[in-house]
């Protein structure tokens, strides 16, 4: 039996645009501010390619807070599963002081996952540019990647490692996979 693993991506910093003030990253809004960033398509490709399951895992507090429509946001997450071709994505909208299970920085969406598509998160690899990110990735046990982009926003635990966009945590996760055959 083959072992299923997946790679993770935060979705907002990672494989679209944030909106960016005063060195924090926010959401997009507005459907017409939602873009991906240059490279996302290859990068998810070469993934697949490679065997693994491709699954974003986002939180969307702005839904919770009132900020923007959960239809927008939905509508934004169909670009995401249609025009990248990822395996599943899964979003909390709660906000921090909601405490719920699923939210980032605690492992509930990629544990939900992991569970839907039998996957073993020790050998699965978590993508993000904030530290609940790397919080999440680490406590399911997987190995997570930080892209670093910068925000002006403490970084609360160490990433396994640090890149500059998703090319270059694909490239990472490849040469990572290549030196263990």
Do not use: W
């Amino acid at each position: 039996m083959t072992i299923k693993r997946a790679v993770f991506l935060d979705r907002d910093g990672v494989i679209n645009r944030s909106d960016v003030v005063d060195g924090k990253p926010f959401a997009p809004r507005l459907l017409e501010n939602f873009d991906f960033l240059p490279g996302v398509l290859d990068a998810v490709r070469a993934i697949q390619q490679h065997g693994f399951s491709v699954i974003v895992i986002t939180n969307q507090p702005d839904i919770a807070n009132g900020l923007v429509e959960k239809a927008v946001v939905e509508k934004m997450n169909e670009t995401v599963v249609e025009c990248l071709g990822v395996d599943a994505l899964y979003m909390c909208e709660h906000r921090r002081e909601d405490e719920c299970p699923c939210r980032k920085p605690k492992p509930g969406m990629l544990e939900a996952a992991a569970r839907d598509f039998g996957l073993d998160l020790q050998g699965s690899y978590m993508v993000g540019d904030r530290s609940s990110d790397i919080q999440a990735g680490h406590a399911a046990g997987c190995y997570a990647i930080h892209i670093d982009c910068g925000y002006a926003e403490p970084m609360l635990g160490k990433a396994d490692h640090t890149v500059g966009d998703l090319a270059e945590a694909v490239s990472h996760i490849l040469a990572r996979e290549q030196g263990k055959s």
